[in-house]
């Protein structure tokens, strides 16, 4: 199950997504659904069927859990290949 406390360590392909700060205001609060992630970005499908690749490191991101929970995640600490980061160990808050 996925929580808040947890999420690193799951996949985030499938999750509902909101871009909640970005350096580039021009894809900031775009939303959607993850479709791919690379080491560095993710690909976000949006609600119109476009699809739109941004990266990682640049952006504030909110995810919705499948349990309807909103967890504010900052881009810079998913910057891996997605099967490095789920072997990563985090500190706990």
């Not at 959607?32 to 949006?46: A, F, H, Q, S, Y």
């Amino acid at each position: 199950m996925i929580t808040p406390r947890n999420i690193f360590r799951h996949e985030l392909i499938g999750l509902s997504v909101r871009i909640a700060r970005s350096v580039h205001r021009d894809i900031q609060g775009i939303s959607g659904r993850v479709v791919d992630e690379t080491r560095n970005t993710l690909r976000i499908e949006m609600d119109d069927g476009r699809e739109i690749t941004v990266p990682k490191g640049i952006a504030v991101f909110h995810f919705r859990t499948p349990q309807g929970e909103l967890v504010e995640i900052d881009g810079r600490a998913l910057v891996a290949r997605p099967e490095e980061r789920i072997k990563k160990k985090f500190r706990k808050p």
